[in-house]
């Protein structure tokens, strides 16, 4: 997981770096699997405010690590839902029979920057962003096959009082840290508006089994608590060390 802010307090150091990524297929919200929307594969949606451009100027070619897909061709990109903690609904696991293929409907994580900026009076993150699209493959034979991406934006506005300390070159520097991508433009009031971006692919086979309401990898010891309701999905991951993925993740029956 990416480190999201390493040093954005006024010419200090901040406190312990916030993850902003996801794997790939993260984050989805345990209650809203059917609300997720499906959003144009270009750009993401800079949000009701307008929020801020893409760090790129043009749609990002995300790579298809899908590959031959066969009858059900590759997942579409669904919306993530990004926010501040309280975002996301509790996750509660039922278990069920995990038993064949499933695609990613949406999604929710949270993000605590806020709390990474409170020592610039002002400063905060404006617009958080997502958008995610994956497939997990449970056979019968005890073998799971998940392949998945993700892209999260966000957008933090960063005061002219702090800039004349820290300025947006240094800021930009300090959030490159933990995005895959990120511009941080001078306004002409001297504030920072910054964007950064972070992108993620997975593709990761493995055995797993099944111990009460949650799936465990037999190789890596990693558990998800799931949830399997009609045809619908939703797991968390419950590890009991880190890193672990954050959010819940919620997908459909194919």
Same mark, same amino acid.
């Given at each position: 997981m990416a480190a999201l802010v390493s040093a954005l307090a006024c010419g200090e150091s901040s406190e312990a770096p916030v993850d902003a990524g996801a794997d790939a297929a993260e984050g989805v919200d345990a209650g809203g699997r059917d609300a997720?929307?499906?959003?144009?594969?270009?750009?993401?949606?800079?949000?009701?405010?307008?929020?801020?451009?893409?760090?790129?100027?043009?749609?990002?070619?995300?790579?298809?690590?899908?590959?031959?897909?066969?009858?059900?061709?590759?997942?579409?990109?669904? !919306?993530? &839902? %990004?926010?501040? $903690?309280?975002? @996301? *609904?509790? /996750?509660?696991?039922?278990?069920?029979?995990?038993?064949?293929?499933?695609?990613?409907?949406?999604?929710?994580v949270e993000v605590d920057i806020d709390s990474q900026l409170a020592r610039c009076p002002g400063a905060m993150a404006t617009r958080y962003a997502g958008r995610v699209r994956g497939r997990v493959e449970f056979g019968g034979d005890g073998v799971a096959r998940r392949v998945a991406q993700s892209e999260t !934006?966000? &957008? %933090?506005?960063? $005061?002219?009082? @702090? *800039?004349? /300390?820290?300025?947006c070159g240094m800021l930009e520097e300090a959030l490159a840290m933990g995005f895959d991508e990120v511009s941080c433009p001078a306004e002409m009031d001297g504030s920072c508006t910054c964007t950064g971006l972070v992108a993620t692919t997975i593709d990761d086979t493995d055995f797993y089994a099944l111990e009460g309401n949650e799936i465990v990898s037999t190789s890596s010891g990693k558990r998800w608590a799931y949830c399997v309701d009609d045809d619908g999905l939703s797991y968390e991951d419950t590890s009991p060390s880190e890193p672990r993925e954050p959010g819940v993740i919620a997908l459909g029956r194919r």
């Open positions: 997720a929307a499906t959003p144009d594969a270009g750009a993401l949606d800079a949000g009701e405010d307008g929020g801020s451009a893409r760090v790129d100027s043009g749609p990002r070619d995300a790579g298809n690590p899908f590959g031959d897909a066969g009858a059900l061709g590759p997942p579409t990109w669904v !919306e993530l &839902d %990004v926010g501040p $903690p309280g975002t @996301c *609904a509790p /996750f509660v696991a039922c278990g069920g029979d995990v038993v064949g293929t499933w695609d990613v409907e949406g999604g929710c !934006e966000i &957008d %933090v506005f960063w $005061p002219a009082f @702090c *800039a004349g /300390f820290f300025d």
